[in-house]
């Protein structure tokens, strides 16, 4: 059984030719964050076992990815030892991990790290702590929270499991995910309005020949789903 102890602006790049747009304030790519928003006191609890926690119920809170995308960052609060973000996928009446990035330093307050972990629709996130004497900061007393333990962690590339264990709980973490680009068709447009349309999709822009007014080619194909941060490559001509 998991327990925890009471203790208490744009910019534009010339490279080899091409111009370059990037910069995230240019894109309007969907942002969402999964899991807890942080607000609530979350006291630095020891867990007891080495485990994989979900949250599975947090009102308010976005527990389930709704859109393929990237994580960004992801932040745990009051967290010492050493955990792992995870993505799940919920296969066979279970969930498997697909991916996982391990923290860095952690401390008092909130930590945040980076990743370019990829999540799909449907997907939620984990924490596995590596050892039972990783703490986390939770707060049994949020209304309605609850999450499901997994024991052992989850790992890649094996069979799905279903939880060890549940308990009402609200979990000090979450993750910042970003909506891939689905690559708008703007051949004959303007440069400008081809460039305002793939933004607009979340995409980044490379012009491979700066010569004429209008996109005469477009690389990758419109309907293409591409990481976020990715650039579509426009031909112009007359």
């Known amino acids: 059984m998991l327990r925890f102890s009471t203790r208490a602006k744009a910019a534009t790049v010339v490279v080899a030719g091409a111009v370059l747009f990037s910069g995230t304030s240019t894109t309007q790519a969907a942002t969402v964050t999964l899991g807890s928003p942080l607000i609530n006191?979350?006291?630095?609890r020891p867990i007891?076992?080495?485990a994989t926690v979900r949250q599975t119920a947090?009102?308010?809170?976005?527990?389930v990815a709704p859109f393929n995308g990237q994580i960004e960052s992801w932040r745990l609060i009051n967290a010492?030892?050493?955990?792992?973000?995870?993505v799940l996928h919920p296969s066979g009446g279970g969930f498997v991990s697909t991916g996982s990035a391990r923290s860095g330093t952690?401390?008092?307050?909130?930590?945040?790290?980076?990743?370019?972990?990829p999540i799909n629709a449907g997907d939620s996130i984990g924490l596995a702590s590596d050892s039972?004497?990783?703490a986390l900061g939770t707060n049994d007393a949020t209304p309605g929270a609850a999450f499901d333990a997994y024991v052992p962690p989850l790992t890649e590339d094996t069979a799905p499991r279903t939880p060890s264990t549940s308990a009402a709980r609200e979990l000090g973490f979450n993750?910042?995910?970003?909506?891939?680009?689905?690559?708008?068709?703007?051949?004959?447009k303007t440069t400008k309005k081809a460039a305002r349309k793939l933004r607009a999709a979340g995409c980044r822009v490379k012009v491979k020949n700066k010569h004429g007014g209008r996109v005469m080619k477009q690389k990758p194909r419109s309907g293409t789903e591409l990481p976020p941060g990715t650039p579509v490559r426009l031909t112009l001509g007359s």
């Open 41 to 44: 006191p979350l006291a630095t």
């Open 48 to 50: 007891a076992i080495s």
């Open 58 to 63: 947090l009102p308010g809170a976005t527990l």
């Open 80 to 86: 010492s030892g050493g955990w792992a973000l995870q």
């Open 106 to 117: 952690l401390g008092s307050g909130i930590a945040t790290f980076t990743s370019g972990l």
């Open 132 to 134: 039972a004497g990783s």
């Open 175 to 188: 993750a910042t995910i970003v909506s891939n680009c689905i690559v708008p068709k703007v051949t004959g």
